[in-house]
């Protein structure tokens, strides 16, 4: 397994020689704060090209997991992309259960050599392998379940993680889920049977950033005290900030330690929607719409590139 370059000059340089190249082996490695605060803007650059660029997709939400996906694929992952295989044996996996926020996962799996970042203009393009939603039958690397059809996310993950403790491979399994996406009942049966059967080698995420397509979470269907209700169910929980890259790269090694412990882990995670555009922020309103040509100028202005558009 290759190492990752060490500094951020040489992070940039990965980055460039991938945008029009064959995806290169490239495994985690520890970074600083500052480092991964500039790859996150170049990513939340990325989010709003894609979407601009077909004027269809969900930068809201991309944009508000933009750091989570960052310190994920950058720093906590224990990941091989060069050496992808869908059993993902010897190796910490990820699933996204709510799917629509794909442009911030395609572009992370892009610049950490998952596949070229030229391809990131191939986005909800016919023929092209980054659907709006992820899917497997594209071969996408990176993607192991077709996501979109929200609630099911928990459920794989869990076989996953399962069939790891029966192979013997002690690597995590990790997800990520909509707090929206907790009004599917199926969320609540999965639950529970990972908390009964003690599936303490999953780490879930919840973005709790309050808004889903319809309006405000607490509006549409409240979810109640949901620390409460998952410590109920038999989860070990955590609470953090996911806009701040230091406090949520703290949770992450916490909830490393927790694993392994008799409980799976629960991270609520509290984001913004549009994080890091500010006319995205504070409303519902960009959850799956495009910016236009000057809408996306603004948004561009507030985010700097550091590793190279694409």
Not at 167 to 194: C, S
Not at 202 to 209: Q, Y
Not at 234 to 246: I, K, P, Q, R, Y
Request: charged share 20%; net charge negative.
């Amino acid at each position: 397994m290759l190492r990752c370059p060490a500094t951020f000059a040489a992070i940039k340089d990965q980055a460039y020689a991938n945008m029009h190249a064959p995806a290169t082996a490239v495994a985690t490695t520890m970074r600083t704060t500052e480092e991964l605060q500039r790859i996150a803007s170049q990513v939340r650059r990325d989010i709003v090209r894609q979407v601009h660029g077909v004027q269809s997709g969900h930068p809201g939400g991309s944009l508000g997991c933009a750091d989570f996906f960052t310190a994920l694929y950058f720093h906590v992952l224990r990941h091989d992309p060069a050496n992808w295989g869908m059993d993902g044996s010897g190796q910490d996996l990820f699933f996204l259960s709510n799917g629509h926020i794909s442009p911030v996962w395609y572009s992370v799996l892009a610049r950490s050599g998952y596949f070229p970042v030229s391809e990131l203009a191939t986005f909800r393009k016919i023929n092209g392998r980054l659907q709006g939603h992820p899917t497997t039958h594209e071969g996408l690397p990176g993607v192991r379940m077709a996501s979109g059809s929200l609630g099911q996310g928990l459920s794989v993950a869990i076989g996953a993680a399962l069939a790891k403790k029966l192979n013997g491979d002690d690597r995590l399994v990790y997800t990520l889920h909509g707090d929206g996406e907790l009004q599917e009942g199926q969320i609540w049966e999965a639950a529970m049977f990972a908390a009964g059967k003690r599936v303490d080698n999953l780490i879930s995420t919840i973005d709790v950033n309050g808004r889903q397509i319809d309006g405000d979470v607490e509006d549409v269907l409240p979810l109640g005290d949901l620390k409460a209700k998952w410590s109920a169910f038999g989860w070990d929980v955590l609470e953090t900030d996911g806009n701040d890259m230091a406090t949520l790269l703290g949770s992450l090694s916490e909830a490393k330690a927790r694993a392994g412990k008799g409980k799976p882990v629960m991270i609520l995670m509290r984001t913004e929607m549009g994080q890091g555009v500010d006319f995205m922020m504070n409303s519902h309103a960009w959850h799956g719409i495009a910016p236009n040509d000057e809408q996306l100028a603004k948004a561009l202005a507030q985010l700097e590139e550091t590793l190279g558009d694409y």
